[in-house]
């Protein structure tokens, strides 16, 4: 395996850490409120509750993974080599962490709040691993 190859495997395995690490932030911090059902979210919570936060953390990475894990996986299996794919999947994880801090610490409803710029940086590097293997696919 090459150091290329090992490095973004890294980094998808440390998605999929982050991916646990936010389930478990969203089930256990909902689970320890009073009369707490599961798979129900109270509609009145808002960005005021780091109940709410927890699970719209948890829920905008579910919604971004599809695309980023099958970019990755395209990737693996093509044996797609890059080090600046493997750069990309490192933006990739990196800007989803700090998305999710600044979702966990930071309550706000503005538009656009500090989060937003991460989740840019990691739309625009999975883009990026999408152009790269489409390049690679007609060369």
């Not at 610490?105 to 990691?122: K, V």
Request: proline share 4%.
């Amino acid at each position: 395996m090459t150091e290329v190859a090992l490095s973004a495997y890294i980094a998808f395995y440390a998605y999929l850490i982050m991916l646990v690490v936010q389930w478990s932030v969203a089930t256990f911090s909902k689970a320890k409120q009073p009369n707490a059902v599961p798979g129900k979210i109270d509609e009145n919570l808002s960005h005021g509750s780091f109940i709410f936060r927890a699970h719209r953390t948890f829920h905008n990475t579910l919604e971004n993974s599809a695309l980023f894990i099958g970019t990755v996986l395209f990737a693996f299996v093509i044996n797609y080599q890059s080090p600046i794919f493997a750069m990309c999947v490192w933006v990739y994880v990196i800007a989803r962490l700090i998305h999710m801090a600044l979702y966990y610490f930071i309550a706000t409803e503005q538009n656009p709040s500090p989060r937003t710029y991460f989740f840019l940086i990691s739309f625009i590097a999975n883009i990026v691993m999408l152009i790269l293997i489409g390049l690679r696919l007609i060369a």
